[in-house]
């Protein structure tokens, strides 16, 4: 679990139970987050330590976020690395280290600054999400993006968009110039995406119906 807002942890005592799932957290999210599980299905989470499951490795690190300890995470198989960097405030340290490693990679981009300033919420709520602490912005992620995509990255999910202070038109516009070999998908809010394939290669391209070392399908991030 990344951390203990209820968009990512609500549920997940009655799935665990439901199907027999081990629960990967950290104390901390496993306290706030009101999580009421057997502790034979707890596994704690510590930071830059990988895990091992059947032929892929996770490795877990801190964020900043308005959470207890909030986390996000990378993927790898023996060649390949994708990232999921979604619920950030800043893209710090942790996430610049990692984010240099993907192949491909989830990465927030939350919001418009001049959507967001402009709209309806009430100033406590605009101040919290543009704060080190809450959400990147299209322009903080396109500035990642440019300045630590490494060479071998092929495809780039833009994932949680707000639904009130920004659009995929906006994050188009802003993110398909600066693409380069690098294919750009824009997380859809209302259903998923087609399954995409990702493997290692010298050419900066992946078909899509090509041998893979990695399948990720993208939903409602």
Same mark, same amino acid.
């Given at each position: 679990?990344?951390?203990?807002?209820?968009d990512?942890?609500?549920g997940?005592?009655?799935?665990?139970?439901?199907?027999? /799932?081990?629960?990967?957290? &950290?104390?901390?999210?496993l306290?706030?987050?009101? =999580?009421?599980?057997?502790?034979?299905r707890?596994?704690?989470?510590?930071?830059?330590?990988? #895990?091992?499951?059947?032929? /892929?490795?996770? !490795?877990?690190?801190?964020? +900043?976020?308005?959470?207890?300890?909030?986390?996000? $995470?990378?993927?790898?198989?023996? &060649?390949?690395?994708?990232?999921?960097?979604?619920?950030?405030?800043i893209?710090c340290?942790? =996430?610049?280290?990692?984010?240099?490693?993907?192949?491909?990679a989830?990465?927030?981009?939350?919001?418009?600054? %001049?959507?967001?300033?402009?709209?309806?919420?009430?100033?406590?709520?605009k101040?919290? !999400?543009s #704060?080190?602490?809450?959400? /990147?912005?299209?322009?903080?992620?396109m500035?990642? $993006?440019? %300045? +630590?995509?490494?060479? $071998?990255?092929? +495809? /780039?999910?833009?994932?949680?968009?707000?639904?009130?202070?920004?659009?995929?038109?906006?994050?188009?516009?802003? $993110?398909?110039?600066?693409?380069?070999?690098?294919?750009?998908? !824009?997380? #859809?809010?209302?259903?998923?995406?087609?399954?995409?394939?990702?493997?290692? &290669?010298?050419m900066? +391209?992946?078909?899509?119906?090509?041998?893979? &070392?990695?399948?990720?399908?993208?939903?409602?991030?």
């Amino acid at each position: 679990m990344s951390h203990e807002h209820g968009d990512h942890i609500h549920g997940i005592s009655t799935l665990a139970k439901k199907h027999r /799932l081990p629960i990967h957290i &950290t104390p901390g999210t496993l306290e706030y987050g009101n =999580v009421k599980i057997s502790e034979d299905r707890i596994f704690a989470i510590r930071p830059h330590e990988p #895990s091992c499951y059947g032929n /892929l490795k996770v !490795i877990a690190f801190p964020k +900043h976020h308005d959470a207890c300890d909030p986390h996000s $995470f990378i993927v790898s198989s023996d &060649t390949v690395s994708v990232g999921i960097f979604t619920d950030l405030g800043i893209a710090c340290e942790n =996430v610049i280290h990692y984010f240099r490693q993907c192949h491909a990679a989830f990465l927030e981009a939350n919001y418009d600054e %001049a959507m967001l300033e402009n709209g309806g919420y009430p100033r406590s709520l605009k101040n919290r !999400i543009s #704060s080190d602490k809450g959400h /990147l912005s299209n322009k903080q992620a396109m500035q990642l $993006f440019i %300045a +630590h995509r490494p060479s $071998f990255m092929t +495809h /780039l999910f833009l994932s949680h968009l707000s639904k009130h202070n920004n659009t995929p038109k906006i994050v188009k516009e802003m $993110f398909f110039p600066v693409a380069g070999n690098t294919q750009i998908i !824009i997380a #859809s809010r209302d259903k998923e995406s087609k399954l995409y394939h990702i493997r290692k &290669t010298d050419m900066h +391209h992946v078909g899509i119906n090509e041998p893979s &070392t990695l399948q990720i399908q993208l939903s409602l991030f």
